[in-house]
């Protein structure tokens, strides 16, 4: 797999990335102060999805450019743009950001919210974007917090997958940090913003359960439907006689942070 398209779960996808909506917006407000559209008016957001990020940046005044290879999710965001009362400068395209269809220093910045992991040729995507943004524009990653996952039945789905000679490979990156490791390689000026954000989530085990049994995340999609759900099952019955029901809540910390990119 090049990179992971998000076609078979335009349906559920919002629901499973969920955050504290007081925060997000805290965050943003925070990057048109330091990145006024005045000043930092075309924006490129690739993997743009269903628009969680691109609305509410063209709402603060900025021009977005959206990409994604998943054309149910740019239909998604279409529909919603038509339904939208406020004209929002927001334009899309399905592209594939290894093979950036813009010419050099396109934009005024690019964000880039949770995308590397998904993408196996994430280097070039790096270089991709660093190329359409110009000098004295920026790169920002952000990271919007863990949604409706509980990380601790993700990585056990995972062994119980292993157990079944099916161990689960990640496609892109494993962690941001493998990403400002290549951006300072190449020169870059880095600066992150964390720990201003912060909340805790209270998920229970079974809404977690159901959204990775529904393959909702990229680790849940690479085993066949034997190994998918033989995993499930006993990950139920684990959880089921460790804890009595599946209703019972996790607290999850969570929190949105920033990575601001210069050349």
Not at 28 to 54: M, N, Q
Not at 113 to 121: C, D, G, P, S, T
Request: glycine share 4%.
């Amino acid at each position: 797999m090049e990179s992971l398209s998000f076609d078979n779960m335009v349906d559920i996808y919002d629901k499973t990335r969920v955050f504290d909506r007081h925060c997000f917006n805290s965050a943003l407000d925070y990057l048109v102060e330091r990145f006024p559209s005045a000043e930092y008016s075309d924006v490129l957001e690739p993997g743009v999805g269903t628009g969680r990020i691109a609305i509410p940046l063209a709402k603060r005044g900025y021009r977005v450019t959206g990409i994604d290879i998943s054309e149910e999710m740019l239909a998604v965001l279409r529909e919603r743009l038509k339904r939208s009362r406020k004209f929002l400068q927001i334009s899309l395209q399905k592209a594939d950001v290894i093979g950036l269809p813009f010419p050099n220093a396109s934009f005024d910045m690019a964000i880039a919210v949770h995308l590397f992991y998904f993408i196996k040729e994430w280097r070039k995507a790096v270089d991709e974007i660093l190329r359409v943004v110009s000098d004295n524009g920026s790169v920002i990653l952000m990271h919007t917090g863990m949604g409706a996952e509980i990380p601790f039945l993700n990585s056990r789905y995972k062994e119980l997958c292993a157990e079944q000679d099916c161990p689960i490979e990640s496609i892109g990156v494993r962690s941001t940090s493998e990403v400002i490791d290549y951006l300072i390689y190449l020169g870059c000026r880095i600066e992150e913003i964390k720990d201003r954000w912060r909340w805790t989530s209270r998920i229970s085990m079974d809404e977690a359960i159901s959204y990775i049994s529904s393959r909702a995340y990229s680790f849940s999609t690479f085993a066949s439907d034997d190994v998918h759900y033989t995993a499930i099952r006993k990950l139920k019955t684990e959880l089921i006689d460790r804890f009595g029901t599946l209703a019972t809540k996790v607290e999850v910390p969570n929190q949105i942070y920033f990575v601001f990119i210069r050349k």
